[in-house]
């Protein structure tokens, strides 16, 4: 996860944002600063591994999940709250391809 958590969790026009494993309670499966937005996402929310999910993220409305594809989208539209991204970390990656595509 090259994006910062503080960018990963924006929310777009409606609402909807991604939500990393470690926001929820592991017994309750309940977002520990509103409890009102809960998961069935289980093996997610207890894994050790911090992670992402994208999906079956439930308020009084429904689904406020935003997916992978429409967190991405956000980002190349540079829609408002996702056009001042931080973009450092993906230097890391480059390199790595550009140094893969000098050894050719």
Same mark, same amino acid.
């Given at each position: 996860?090259?994006?910062?958590?503080?960018?990963?969790?924006? *929310?777009?026009?409606?609402?909807?944002?991604?939500? !990393?494993?470690?926001?929820? +309670?592991?017994?309750?499966?309940? !977002?520990?600063?509103?409890?009102?937005?809960?998961?069935?996402?289980? &093996?997610?929310?207890? &894994? +050790?591994?911090?992670?992402?999910?994208?999906? =079956?993220?439930?308020?009084?409305?429904?689904?406020?999940?935003?997916?992978?594809?429409?967190? *991405?989208?956000?980002? *190349?539209? +540079?829609?408002? =709250?996702?056009?001042?991204?931080?973009?450092?970390?993906?230097?890391?990656?480059?390199?790595?391809?550009?140094?893969? !595509? &000098?050894?050719?």
């Amino acid at each position: 996860m090259y994006y910062k958590d503080s960018e990963l969790v924006r *929310a777009d026009s409606n609402g909807r944002r991604l939500f !990393l494993n470690t926001e929820f +309670d592991k017994r309750t499966l309940k !977002l520990k600063v509103n409890p009102l937005i809960a998961t069935i996402e289980r &093996s997610k929310v207890t &894994s +050790d591994i911090t992670t992402i999910i994208d999906q =079956n993220v439930f308020d009084d409305k429904g689904n406020c999940a935003l997916s992978k594809a429409d967190f *991405a989208a956000c980002v *190349a539209n +540079d829609e408002m =709250n996702f056009n001042d991204f931080d973009f450092q970390e993906f230097r890391k990656v480059f390199t790595v391809l550009e140094d893969i !595509l &000098s050894d050719e």
